[in-house]
């Protein structure tokens, strides 16, 4: 039997959060491997052997190595799910899906570039300018999201996973107006009803606790 595959993580990291998410609705145990990126522990030669990029998630499935958070959904449910309606192989739905997992990778990297100046360099704000990129990001998603109950369509996806994880990481350097966004309020409200929502939740809860730390130091 092939050894559980090993995720290495930290739960802030919304990447971490999908991969949980989805690993869950799989029925795939992992073995949680934690990486402690507050003292620079993704530097370490052997990670940097597994990934060059040093970060997290990355995926050791028996020696398969995956480093992006993105890869990793694909892979998963390319080799484990039962059905493939997180994925399905008709081609054109998977192009909507890739889409906006690459969509999710662009918001990630916004969000990216204000928490890592507040982690690390001392930084106390989120300048106008990074608020109104977000914003426009916000702006996207509501439009994608109309009409439909899952950012892909009327089914949920590996997409929404990714695209929770990072809203909601992005909601606290950048509060989303729920008002105004009625439709990423309602896409909010469906994905926070989840069983395993928790396995999202956990994770942003510790990242608003550092980033307000951070924030008031
Ligand atoms: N595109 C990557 C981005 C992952 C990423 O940047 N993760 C952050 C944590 S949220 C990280 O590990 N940063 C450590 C570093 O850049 O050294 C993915 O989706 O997995």
């Known amino acids: 039997m092939s050894p559980k595959p090993i995720l290495y993580k930290l739960d802030v990291s919304p990447g971490v959060r999908a991969v949980k998410m989805l690993a869950h609705v799989l029925d795939l145990e992992l073995e949680l491997r934690n990486v402690d990126l507050f003292n620079k522990k993704q530097f370490n030669p052997e990670y940097l052997k597994m990934n060059p990029c040093h970060t997290v998630p990355v995926l050791d499935d028996d020696g398969v190595v995956i480093w992006d958070s993105h890869a990793i959904l694909i892979y998963l449910m390319d080799k484990y799910a039962k059905n493939d309606s ?49 914003e426009d990001s916000y ?9 439909k109950k899952f950012i892909a369509g009327n089914d949920m996806s590996i997409a929404d996973f990714s695209l929770v994880a990072t809203l909601t990481s992005a909601n606290i350097a950048v509060p989303i107006d729920l008002k105004k966004y009625t439709n990423i309020a309602a896409w909010l409200k469906t994905m926070e009803s989840l069983p ?17 730390k951070c924030m008031s130091q």
């Open 86 to 134: 997180m994925y399905p192989r008709d081609s054109v739905k998977r192009a909507n899906i890739n889409q906006l997992l690459f969509c999710d990778a662009a918001i990630f990297a916004k969000v990216i570039a204000i928490m890592k100046p507040i982690y690390f360099e001392g930084v106390k704000e989120v300048t106008d300018k990074q608020k109104a990129n977000l």
């Open 139 to 147: 702006e996207s998603i509501e439009r994608i999201l109309d009409g």
């Open 196 to 212: 395993y929502y928790e396995l999202n939740a956990e994770g942003m809860r510790i990242h608003e606790e550092i980033l307000k």
